[in-house]
């Protein structure tokens, strides 16, 4: 069964920077849309970051804008979310996500903790 398999998350001071890697073994890897979300308890899950399958587009929440970069390798089966200038709430489980819009199947991740401590 296919899964994605994330890593990175951990405890930071504020501004401090991480990166969560997330990789797919599948191979269909490159005709997935890739994306990052996050979530708090008791909160709905919130959208981060996406990437087209080609990397050529890229979209951001505004909260995260200018601080947070998503790319990712094809030839690795792995997106990747670089977190600069981290704040206390960055605080959350942050979620890899896989969607294949043309058929409508997507995949999540099982979620990293990202603690920022002020």
């Keep these: 069964q296919e899964q994605l398999d994330e ?6 001071q504020a501004g401090d920077s ?21 979530q708090a308890p008791g909160k709905e899950r919130e959208f981060v970051a996406s990437i087209t399958r080609d990397s050529v587009r ?6 995260v804008k200018g601080r947070f970069t ?3 390798d094809n030839a690795k089966n792995t997106v990747y979310l670089q977190m600069n ?4 709430e960055d605080t ?7 969607w294949q819009p043309a058929c409508g199947w997507d995949l999540w991740g099982q979620g990293t903790q990202v603690t920022v401590s002020s």
């Design 7 to 12: 890593s990175g998350g951990g405890l930071v």
């Design 18 to 38: 991480l990166r969560l890697s997330c990789n797919d073994p599948g191979r269909a890897f490159s005709n997935y849309i890739m994306g990052w979300f996050r």
């Design 58 to 63: 890229t979209y951001y929440a505004d909260s």
């Design 70 to 72: 998503i790319s990712r």
């Design 85 to 88: 200038s981290l704040k206390p």
């Design 92 to 98: 959350d489980i942050y979620y890899c996500h896989a």
